[in-house]
T-cell receptor, first 113, second 114 residues
Framework: AQSVSQHNHHVILSEAASLELGCNYS??????LFWYVQYPGQHLQLLLK??????LVKGIKGFEAEFIKSKFSFNLRKPSVQWSDTAEYFC???????????FGTGTRLQVFP | ETGVTQSPTHLIKTRGQQVTLRCSSQ?????VSWYQQALGQGPQFIFQ???????GRGNFPPRFSGLQFPNYSSELNVNALELDDSALYLC?????????????FGPGTRLLVL
């Protein structure tokens, strides 16, 4: 069965530090890839998505992610985090032509001023 | 805000009871998916409804059931509640038919089973 791994469970950074959150998936076929964010007290919001084309995708709020097919990875990056980026980040995958989302367990990011 | 609404926001039930959760999809969307998010975990797919029919189901027992109405809103019903059913239940809507669907989530209903 398809699975998603997020190896960083809890990340603590100071403002202006760079961020990279890991995401690996298990399915070998064509996939669609997503990063969602859940700010404290708010609902899940889409940060960015990859369906096809340029493997480097840019999302909202300065986030980007790179799809590396050979590594089954879709890591999330931001060059300089802000306190307002404190949230839970979820990587998710759907197999091609389905939209059943399979989520990782999430990474809790805390950014201190 | 995504335009997906859920009710109620919070609910407390006791073991063995039944519960109904409701979701209104975003305007223009024809598909609703339900997810269960236990504390400290990522959301898990329960099932999806497309044009009023179940269109895929995750690893959840039959006591989890659902409905979709002609206006594409949806209900999630859980019978014979168990303590482990305590979780945040998320509804997501999308438009199926273009091949690259993106799901938009509502705020969730937090269910506590005592």
């Amino acid at each position: 069965a398809q699975s998603v791994s997020q190896h960083n469970h809890h990340v603590i950074l100071s403002e202006a530090a760079s961020l990279e959150l890991g995401c690996n998936y298990s399915y070998g076929g064509t996939v669609n890839l997503f990063w969602y964010v859940q700010y404290p007290g708010q609902h899940l919001q889409l940060l960015l998505k990859y369906f096809s084309g340029d493997p480097l995708v840019k999302g909202i709020k300065g986030f980007e992610a790179e799809f590396i097919k050979s590594k089954f990875s879709f890591n999330l990056r931001k060059p300089s985090v802000q306190w307002s980026d404190t949230a839970e980040y979820f990587c998710a995958v759907t197999e091609y032509n389905t939209d059943k989302l399979i989520f990782g367990t999430g990474t809790r990011l805390q950014v201190f001023p | 805000e995504t335009g997906v609404t859920q009710s109620p926001t919070h609910l407390i039930k006791t073991r063995g009871q039944q519960v109904t959760l409701r979701c209104s999809s975003q305007s223009g969307h024809n598909t609703v998916s339900w997810y269960q998010q236990a504390l400290g975990q990522g959301p898990q797919f329960i099932f999806q409804y497309y044009r009023e029919e179940e269109n895929g189901r995750g690893n959840f027992p039959p006591r989890f059931s659902g409905l979709q109405f002609p206006n594409y809103s949806s209900e999630l019903n859980v019978n014979a509640l168990e303590l482990d059913d305590s979780a945040l239940y998320l509804c997501a809507s999308s438009y199926q038919g273009q091949g690259q669907e993106t799901q938009y989530f509502g705020p969730g209903t937090r269910l506590l089973v005592l």
